[in-house]
């Protein structure tokens, strides 16, 4: 089979011919239909995960079809079009594997970072960590779902999204223009924070209906008069300082969600923040069960992320495009003939 490898830290992807994995017990080998190119790919690439195990195939935003089974699996069937995500798997028995919070887990294993991905035409997941594709859900553009839909998704719910809360998402790239959809979606009232103008008529064509210029005045001043505040402000942007400073445009109990973020140390003001009893939590993508419902919720309201179709030879010089901010287009989706 073709695969794209990443070699270590900084090194390009190279291109490989490799025989196709055989599943162990508790496994399926998937046929990939499909897997976006995102962000955390380019971190492991270059190098900001030190849990990472190279040689490694990239990817976890896969689609596909189940064409094999391993000892002891009864679900899902051959034959059954599935999702992966970025949880590979986890140790099955601390409290959080056993609350269906697997992505707590203090043992868990990321795909395509630690264990082998879906930039390539085969790929072994474990059979309790795959999800079945709800029909009506094109696996082509749904394959961004499996992490960027599931992390916009888990993180209002876990933010406490409500219908007829006022959630503001700031940045409406990949994460965000699925939450600001979502979040309509789910019935909350929503505003989009961005930095010029260019983005209003997507964001209220979207269901926004309050839209935030931080080049005209400070996302905080403008969120505080939306009827008080903001209950949920979820950070789609890759910068924490930029969250940081929309706090003062939490309504009271409300709830900062940090889905993007950089590295930079937060600095936070604490007094506004007692007061108020405002919340500031991050959140990463979710357990099998989350994905179900992200999955189950996109197909109910038809939310699919704009893509952009790529091959496996093309992914080097997307990764490249993102990597220099060049990436146009919605997400840029591998897929295999
Ligand atoms: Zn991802
Ligand atoms: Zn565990």
Known sequence: ????????????????????????????LVKVTACGVCYSDLNLLQGKYAFARFPVIPGHEVTGVVTAVGDGVTFPEVGTTVGAQ????????????????QILCPR???????????YAEYAVFKAGFV???????????????????????????????????????????????????????MGARVAVVGRSRRGEDA?????????????????AE?????????????????SSTAAAETLGGLAPDGTLILCGYSAYPLSLPVQPMVLNRL???????????????????????QILPAITAITLDEAPETLDAMAAGRARGGRGVITFA
């Open 279 to 301: 919340r500031v939590m991050a959140s990463p993508s979710g357990s099998p069960h989350d994905l179900r419902d992200t999955l189950a919720f996109s197909a109910q309201h």
């Open 108 to 118: 868990k294993r990321i795909t395509g970072v630690v264990t082998d991905g879906g």
């Open 222 to 238: 403008t969120l505080k008069t939306w009827d008080g505040g903001a209950d949920v402000i979820l950070n789609a942007a890759p």
């Open 86 to 101: 970025f949880l590979y798997d986890s140790c099955g028995h601390c409290n959080y594997c056993v609350r269906g919070e």
């Open 203 to 219: 964001a209220k064509a979207m269901g926004a209906e309050l839209y935030v210029s931080t080049d005209e005045s400070p996302a």
């Open 1 to 28: 089979m073709r695969a794209a490898v990443a070699e270590g830290v900084n090194a390009p992807l190279s291109l490989i011919e490799r025989d196709v994995p055989d599943p162990g017990a508790g496994e399926v």
């Open 131 to 185: 999800t079945p594709l709800p029909s009506g859900l094109d696996p082509v553009q749904a394959a961004p779902l499996m992490c960027a839909g599931i992390t916009a998704y888990n993180g209002l719910r876990h933010a406490g999204a409500t219908p007829n809360s006022r959630v503001a998402v700031i940045g409406a790239g990949g994460i965000g223009t699925l939450a600001i959809r979502y979040a309509v979606a």
